[in-house]
């Protein structure tokens, strides 16, 4: 079965430090990559995503991920957080599985920034 | 903007009590999906839908369904409601055609709080 991994359930960092994200699924075919993020009190939205093209997406607020197909990954990174990006991070697989594409979600990494 | 809304931010009821959540957007998607959100288990698909009367099973469909009878709606029911459904509800809608779900991104509601006595 399709699967995401998220490996870091909590993260704390300092303002200025640099950030990756964990991000491995499991499927062989093509897929789609998406990192939503919630900030506390708000809905779900989409940081980045890639589905062709550059393996090297660029999303809002500074955030960049990378696609390395051979390690099935799609880390997130950020050079310098804030703390204004302390939040729950999800990594999300859309892949085919019996005709039609499913959404799969990780199991979420809450990121915390001490100012 | 999309907007995608649900009836309730919180929501306590009784076990064996019938719970309908409804979610309701604006952008004229054709997929509605909604999800339960679990702390340490991320968002799991209970059920979605790409059109009108149509639905699909997600992953934990067990004692949930759903009903679609306008595009802009997609209501969530538990039958009978148990403590283990006691949970974070979340909706969400993408795309204007069902062969475009796999680029879509998806739209989420502020989600609903259920908590089941």
Redesign the interface.
Known sequence: AQSVS?HN?HVILSEAASLELGCNYSYGGTV?L?W?VQYPGQ????LL?Y?SGDPLVKGIKGFEAEFIKSKFSFNLRKPSVQWSDTAEY?C?V?A?NSG?????????TRLKVLA | DVK?TQSSRYLVKRTGEKVFLECVQDMDHENM?W?RQDP??????IY?SYDVKMK?K?DIPEGYSVSREKKERFSLILESASTNQTSMY?C?SSGTSPRR???D??Y????TRLTVL
Do not use: S
Not at chain 2, 40 to 45: A, E, H, Q, S
């Open positions: 998220q359930h789609n998406f939503y809905h779900l939205q989409l995503k589905f999800f999300a859309n085919r039609t594409y499913k959404y799969i979600f990780g199991t979420g | 995608v999906f999800y340490g288990l991320g968002l799991r698909l979605f699909e997600g979340l969400a779900v796999r680029t991104t998806q989420f509601g502020p989600g």
